[in-house]
Structures are given as C-alpha cells and as structure tokens.
C-alpha cells in the first residue's frame, strides 16, 4: 500500500502491529546459565576437531587458539550497535509480530527498512528488541577470515555443540560459493540448507536423532541436488568453491572452472582442447571405497595426469593395500567430439593406460579386472549432459570401481 497518505500505507500498518505486540510484553525472566567462556573454547576446539576430521579437504584451517578467539558468548552488548543484525532478527520475527507475511514486501524496499528502524530506535520497544534478539542460540557476524561466533548462555551442553559444527561449517565457506550463493534465486537455500546437510556429516547418528534445523532445507538438498551430485563434489564446491561441480551454467561456476582448469568456456574449440591438455587431472569420490572417476583428460589423449596419478596412490595406500580382497576395474569413457569409432578406441586406450599406470604402482597383475580386455564404452555412457567445456571435460574419463567378493 502507498506509504504517501494519510494512514502511512503498509509500512505504518506493520510498525503499529509490532509496536503493539512488543509494547505489550514484559521481558524480564532471567535466563539459566548453560554455556560459559570455559565450556564454550572447549567445545568450540573440539567441534573443529570434528569439522576438519570429517572434511580433509578444507585448506588453511585455523590454530585452536584462534577458534578459541573466534567464539564469545551472546550478549545484548554483542548486537546493541550493530544495526544489520537487528534489522535481519526483525525482518526475521516480524511475522510473529504483525500481519508481515500477507504482503509480497522486498526487504530492501527503503520504506521497510525505515520502518524496521523506527522500531529499533523507538525508546520504549527498542531495548526489547535487543533483549529479544540477544535470545537466539546462536549469531554469526562477518565471513571468511572475519567471521565471529556468538553462543547465549542458556544454551546447553549438546545443543551448544552442534550449533558449532554448523557455524564452523560456516566458518570455512569459500568465496567463490559465497559469491555464487549471492547470485542465485535463493541465497538462504543454498546457504543454510547446504551448510547444514554438510554440517550433518559431522554430526553422530545420535545426535541426529532430534536434529530438525532448517529441516525443509535439508529435505531439497537431499532431493535436489545429493541425489545427482557426489557428496564429495558438493563438499568440493562449498570448501574449494568448485561450483562447476554442482552446476555448469552460471557465470560463477564457469569462471571457477577456468580458475581450477584453465579451460575457458568462451575459447575456441580448439584453445578448449589444447587447454584440457596442460590443464590439471580432476578427482571425483563417487562413492568412498566404492567408486573413483579421473576426470578432464587431455582431449584425444590417454594417459593419467600427476593428479589422477597423486589419486590413485591415496586410494591404493587407503583402500586398495589394506583390503587383499580388493580387486580393480577401470572403465574407459570419451566425450563426443568425433566419430563413434574413434571415441571408442580413444575410451578403451584410456582405460588401458590406467591399468599400465596401477601395475607401474606395483599393484599386482592377479588384482586387475578384465585387464586383458579393458572395459570401454566411448562417448555412449555421459556422466553429464555434453553441452560446453565443462561437461565435455567430465566425460573425458577414466572410472575406478573396487570390487570385493563377487559384487
């Protein structure tokens, strides 16, 4: 409605509400005392313990000591100045508060936030405010290297500490899928839902069992996107900010393609195909101690990059020595520039390269499957929808499965 009038349009309806709604409560309970300094390090390095246990792949974590920094408890003092938190907790409870969610309101629309401020500034509910939103479990304020955590004190013991396997979580969001978060259509889906399903790794079955924090999030994560994408690739593209691993249209993704390869989707073909060549091999978790792709191989070539080789020497000494019932099978796959023909040589000749290079490693020849006659099937079997570089380099590939028993 019109803000310019007599009765001040919606924004004057909801600050009225609101007002009402706060003006009319008393907030004076005392909280119990759960979560102290003492407690709050310890499990504040403990959870990062677990966090960096559960994801290796995570770059340059932070010393304990600056953990310990990084976490403070929840004060009104924390947020009584800093207006961004406030306007985010009141846009937030404003529904509980008012009749809000009646109407389609951009939250950057400039009466709204002049509304939210008039509350915030009010002398009589705005101290309420900052008693209210000092109540939250938990806040964080900055990213990246800045980011704080903020944990209130009646938080207990178990709750305090899965709230910190989140936020730690949080805490190593690269920038790249920071940055391709803020562009998408839904930045609090890809940024909470997200952080959570991975945040949920760490967490034990029995922690689990009353979990339910951004549950509808987690539910299209699981829908959405884990039911197509590795959960090593999703780990990937959020801790590395390897976003062409979740998706390959966006501008982010395909500028950090070229970061991580130096395959430019806007080359010519043939700069694409001479970049795939010097570009780096690329490892793909399919399913841990199950299944391995060694993807971006030169294209028309076959044999294995220093990373598909730097792979393959982890999966062996993890999974391959320890385990004598552990037999290999390499799959060879090509993308589908040229004919049917050459893409099935290209595919069974990549596959015997792999074999070449395990019996290099010293991998026995009585542990090789079909070694003698290396599986291949061209361009015929696409792990992704040939479209631009990226999923070509995708296809050109070579899959690992470990085989125990008769499976």
């Given at each position: 409605?019109?803000?310019?009038?007599?009765?001040?349009?919606?924004?004057?309806?909801?600050?009225?509400?609101?007002?009402?709604?706060?003006?009319?409560?008393?907030?004076?309970?005392r909280?119990?005392?759960?979560?102290?300094?003492?407690?709050?390090?310890?499990?504040?390095?403990?959870?990062?313990?677990?966090?960096?246990?559960?994801?290796?792949?995570?770059?340059?974590?932070?010393?304990?000591?600056?953990?310990?920094?990084?976490?403070?408890?929840?004060?009104?003092?924390?947020?009584?100045?800093d207006?961004?938190?406030?306007?985010?907790?009141?846009?937030?409870?404003?529904?509980?508060?008012?009749?809000?969610?009646?109407?389609?309101?951009?939250?950057?629309?400039?009466?709204?936030?002049?509304?939210l401020?008039?509350?915030?500034?009010?002398?009589?509910?705005?101290?309420?405010?900052?008693?209210?939103?000092?109540?939250?479990?938990?806040?964080?304020?900055?990213?990246?290297?800045?980011?704080?955590?903020?944990?209130?004190?009646?938080?207990?013991?178990?709750?305090?500490?899965?709230?910190?396997?989140?936020?730690?979580?949080?805490?190593?969001?690269?920038?790249?899928?920071?940055?391709?978060?803020?562009?998408?259509?839904?930045?609090?889906f890809?940024?909470?839902?997200?952080?959570?399903?991975?945040?949920?790794?760490?967490?034990?079955?029995?922690?689990?069992?009353?979990?339910?924090?951004?549950?509808?999030?987690?539910?299209?994560?699981?829908?959405?996107?884990?039911?197509?994408?590795?959960?090593?690739?999703?780990?990937?593209?959020?801790?590395?900010?390897?976003?062409?691993?979740?998706?390959?249209?966006?501008?982010?993704?395909?500028?950090?393609?070229?970061?991580?390869?130096?395959?430019?989707?806007?080359?010519?073909?043939?700069?694409?195909?001479?970049?795939?060549?010097?570009?780096?091999?690329?490892f793909?978790?399919?399913?841990?101690?199950?299944?391995?792709?060694?993807?971006?191989?030169?294209?028309d070539?076959?044999?294995?990059?220093?990373?598909?080789?730097?792979?393959?020497?982890?999966?062996?000494?993890?999974?391959?020595e320890?385990?004598?019932?552990?037999?290999?099978?390499?799959?060879?796959?090509?993308?589908?520039?040229?004919?049917?023909?050459?893409?099935?040589?290209?595919?069974?000749?990549?596959?015997?390269?792999?074999?070449?290079?395990?019996?290099?490693?010293?991998?026995?020849?009585?542990?090789?499957?079909?070694?003698?006659?290396?599986?291949?099937?061209?361009e015929?079997?696409?792990?992704?929808?040939?479209?631009?570089?990226?999923?070509?380099?995708?296809?050109?590939?070579?899959?690992?499965?470990l085989?125990?028993?008769?499976?």
């Amino acid at each position: 409605m019109d803000p310019v009038g007599a009765d001040g349009g919606t924004a004057e309806l909801l600050f009225g509400q609101a007002f009402s709604f706060l003006d009319n409560r008393s907030f004076s309970r005392r909280e119990p005392t759960h979560t102290n300094d003492t407690n709050l390090d310890s499990d504040a390095v403990a959870m990062h313990q677990r966090v960096l246990a559960r994801f290796p792949l995570i770059a340059s974590a932070l010393p304990d000591s600056e953990i310990e920094r990084r976490v403070s408890l929840f004060e009104p003092a924390t947020i009584r100045n800093d207006r961004t938190y406030l306007r985010e907790w009141l846009d937030n409870f404003l529904p509980q508060m008012s009749e809000a969610e009646d109407f389609a309101i951009d939250d950057t629309n400039t009466h709204y936030v002049a509304m939210l401020d008039r509350l915030i500034d009010d002398s009589d509910v705005g101290p309420k405010i900052v008693t209210l939103g000092a109540r939250q479990p938990a806040f964080t304020r900055g990213d990246g290297a800045s980011r704080e955590i903020f944990v209130h004190r009646r938080v207990e013991a178990g709750p305090r500490q899965l709230t910190l396997i989140h936020e730690l979580v949080h805490f190593y969001r690269h920038p790249d899928y920071a940055a391709w978060v803020a562009a998408s259509k839904d930045s609090d889906f890809y940024n909470e839902g997200l952080t959570e399903w991975l945040a949920r790794k760490v967490m034990t079955s029995e922690e689990l069992v009353d979990r339910t924090t951004y549950q509808p999030r987690v539910d299209v994560v699981e829908q959405q996107i884990a039911r197509h994408v590795p959960e090593d690739d999703i780990a990937r593209a959020f801790f590395r900010g390897e976003i062409w691993r979740l998706e390959t249209r966006s501008t982010e993704a395909r500028t950090a393609f070229e970061t991580s390869t130096g395959i430019s989707e806007t080359a010519l073909e043939t700069d694409q195909n001479t970049a795939s060549r010097t570009g780096p091999g690329i490892f793909q978790t399919v399913e841990s101690g199950r299944h391995y792709r060694f993807l971006n191989l030169g294209f028309d070539e076959v044999q294995p990059k220093p990373e598909h080789l730097s792979a393959f020497r982890e999966i062996k000494a993890a999974q391959i020595e320890s385990d004598p019932e552990v037999k290999v099978r390499f799959v060879g796959h090509a993308s589908s520039a040229g004919s049917l023909e050459v893409n099935d040589r290209v595919a069974r000749r990549r596959s015997t390269a792999f074999y070449q290079m395990a019996r290099r490693e010293r991998l026995p020849a009585s542990r090789l499957l079909d070694a003698g006659n290396p599986p291949h099937f061209g361009e015929t079997l696409p792990t992704a929808t040939e479209e631009d570089a990226i999923t070509r380099a995708m296809n050109r590939r070579v899959e690992m499965f470990l085989v125990r028993g008769e499976s």
